[in-house]
């Protein structure tokens, strides 16, 4: 089958299984890349792909210049589409049995510091609906690390005393709890947005200033505003869970607990911020535990 062919019909399969709009326009994105590679290379059947087209692609996006973690990401999703060949019997080679990937650099995660959290937070200290809702919004973020499409999902029957029904990657859920900060903070914005709006139009928790369900793209815009003027750092949705995580690490959280908060699909994606924090740091989370004073 010709790949570009093959790239459209795979692309629809994951649309079928619901992945997020975003996941999708990378995969695209990644996949149009590998595509383009191919072609240059004369390799336009799915027939004709090996073990060799992919570590010629890894090889030549390294000669360019990209980082390990990023060649791997694209990898990630040339992966998903040779294996998608693969079963379909398109030709192709069984991932499962081999594949190949670049060695990433020790990952160092720069987040907020706490300043900047207590700033972003009394930016949004109006009384009018949006400035309650984006307060809302960051302290779900700060509270619970949850993802950006993550919240944009969150519907009213997901809200619960104690915890709110996480809608994560590849359909799983998980539950964060409301800390008492958090639900002082969602109280006051369901009491604004029944004022501002007594007829919702949807089921959607946190909705845009037309009661309509917010968008990544608008989200992001919310960070970016109440975080103006944070420099040396990517003021971003994922930022503050990169925040969430390394505080709770801070606090002396486990990291299967961590681990189980995120969503992540193992614990060794969680390890990445308990790797990124400082010498200092260490040293003062050890310093408030002593190994004699505990027998």
Not at 112 to 133: A, E, N, T, W, Y
Not at 179 to 192: D, F, N, Q, R, S
Not at 221 to 231: F, M, V
């Amino acid at each position: 089958m010709k790949l570009t062919l093959a790239s459209k019909e795979f692309l629809k399969e994951i649309e079928v299984r619901k992945y997020t709009p975003k996941t999708i326009r990378s995969y695209r994105n990644n996949l149009n890349l590998f595509l383009c590679y191919c072609a240059e290379n004369g390799v336009e059947d799915t027939e004709e792909i090996t073990l060799g087209t992919v570590k010629g692609f890894a090889f030549f996006m390294n000669g360019r210049g990209r980082k390990g973690t990023y060649i791997n990401s694209l990898l990630k999703s040339v992966k998903s589409f040779i294996q998608y060949c693969y079963d379909e019997e398109y030709g192709c080679f069984n991932t499962r049995g081999k594949f190949v990937w670049c060695k990433e650099e020790k990952p160092m995660i720069r987040t907020f510091q706490p300043k900047d959290v207590k700033r972003m937070l009394s930016h949004c200290s109006g009384r009018d609906f949006l400035s309650i809702r984006d307060r809302a919004v960051l302290t779900t973020f700060f509270e619970t690390g949850i993802r950006c499409w993550e919240l944009c999902c969150i519907k009213n029957a997901d809200i619960y005393e104690d915890f709110i029904i996480i809608h994560g990657k590849n359909h799983k859920q998980r539950v964060v709890p409301i800390t008492a900060v958090l639900h002082k903070a969602l109280i006051k914005y369901e009491v604004a947005r029944d004022k501002e709006f007594p007829y919702p139009k949807n089921d959607y928790y946190f909705v845009s200033f037309h009661d309509y369900q917010l968008t990544n793209s608008a989200v992001e815009h919310i960070i970016k505003r109440h975080g103006e003027g944070i420099e040396g750092i990517r003021v971003s949705p994922h930022t503050c869970r990169h925040f969430f995580a390394q505080q709770q690490v801070k606090m002396g959280t486990d990291l299967y607990t961590i681990s189980r908060l995120l969503g992540h699909e193992n614990i060794g994606i969680t390890q990445t911020y308990l790797n990124s924090l400082r010498d200092e740091e260490v040293i003062e989370i050890a310093k408030q535990k002593s190994v004699l004073q505990s027998l």
